[in-house]
T-cell receptor, first 111, second 114 residues
Framework: RKEVEQDPGPFNVPEGATVAFNCTYS??????FFWYRQDCRKEPKLLMS???SGNEDGRFTAQLNRASQYISLLIRDSKLSDSATYLC????????????FGTGTQLKVEL | GAVVSQHPSWVICKSGTSVKIECRSL??????MFWYRQFPKQSLMLMAT?????????EQGVEKDKFLINHASLTLSTLTVTSAHPEDSSFYIC??????????FGSGTRLTVV
C-alpha cells in the first residue's frame, strides 16, 4: 500500500464548479499535512496546511480526519487558473522531517 | 518568504558524463535540504536528505555513489549525477525547510541524457 494515496484523475470540471479531492495516508503517526499545487513542469508550491479543525483560505477548504487517516480539499467557484495537479503531502515527523508526496490529482477547469 | 534557488533549470548531456545541480537558500540558512526526483506523471520521490557538514542520508534504492550530494555550507547543497545514463533523465527538485515558512522548493532541474 502506498504511504499517501490519491485518485490521479484527471477531473474535468466547468468553470464555477465546486470540486473535491481526497487523499488517504497509511502512517497513523503522521504529524502534519499539506496540500501543494504543481503546475506542469514546475516545482510544487504550498497551497495550504491541513488541520483537524478544518481550515479555509478563500475558495479553498481543507479537512483532516485523523481517525480515518483521510484528508480532503474542496475548491469552490473553480477558475481556469486552478487547473493544475494537487499533491497531498504528509510529514511523519521524527528526526528527518521528511515529506511524503501522493501521486497528485490532476484538475482541468474548462470554459 | 523563504526562497530557494536551483540551477540549472534544464540540462541536456551525453551519456556517461556527470552533471551538477545546485540548490541555494537565498535568505535563510538551511542545515537540511532534500533532493527529490519526479518522473512524468509520477509523484515526487525523496532521494536523499542533505545535511550541512555531514554525509547525506539516502533513501532505500538510491545509489549514493551515483548521486553525490555535498552540503558544504548552510546555504548550498549540490547534487551530482555521475556517469549519467538515459534512465537518469528526470525532473530533479531540491527543498529546504525554514522555521518560519516551512518547506520551500527550488524551481527544479529537467535533466535529459542522450
Amino acid at each position: 500500500r502506498k504511504e499517501v494515496e490519491q485518485d490521479p484523475g484527471p477531473f474535468n470540471v466547468p468553470e464555477g464548479a465546486t470540486v473535491a479531492f481526497n487523499c488517504t495516508y497509511s502512517n497513523s503517526a503522521s504529524q502534519s499535512f499539506f496540500w501543494y499545487r504543481q503546475d506542469c513542469r514546475k516545482e510544487p508550491k504550498l497551497l495550504m496546511s491541513v488541520y483537524s479543525s478544518g481550515n479555509e483560505d478563500g475558495r479553498f477548504t481543507a479537512q483532516l480526519n485523523r481517525a480515518s487517516q483521510y484528508i480532503s480539499l474542496l475548491i469552490r467557484d473553480s477558475k481556469l487558473s486552478d487547473s493544475a495537479t494537487y499533491l497531498c503531502v504528509v510529514n511523519i515527523g521524527g528526526g528527518g522531517n521528511k515529506l511524503t508526496f501522493g501521486t497528485g490529482t490532476q484538475l482541468k477547469v474548462e470554459l | 518568504g523563504a526562497v530557494v534557488s536551483q540551477h540549472p533549470s534544464w540540462v541536456i548531456c551525453k551519456s556517461g558524463t556527470s552533471v551538477k545541480i545546485e540548490c541555494r537558500s537565498l535568505d535563510f540558512q538551511a542545515t537540511t535540504m532534500f533532493w527529490y526526483r519526479q518522473f512524468p506523471k509520477q509523484s515526487l520521490m525523496l532521494m536523499a536528505t542533505s545535511n550541512e557538514g555531514s554525509k547525506a542520508t539516502y533513501e532505500q534504492g538510491v545509489e549514493k555513489d551515483k548521486f553525490l550530494i555535498n552540503h558544504a555550507s548552510l546555504t548550498l547543497s549540490t547534487l551530482t549525477v555521475t556517469s549519467a545514463h538515459p534512465e537518469d533523465s528526470s525532473f530533479y527538485i531540491c527543498s529546504a525547510r525554514d522555521q518560519d515558512y516551512g518547506y520551500t522548493f527550488g524551481s527544479g532541474t529537467r535533466l535529459t541524457v542522450v
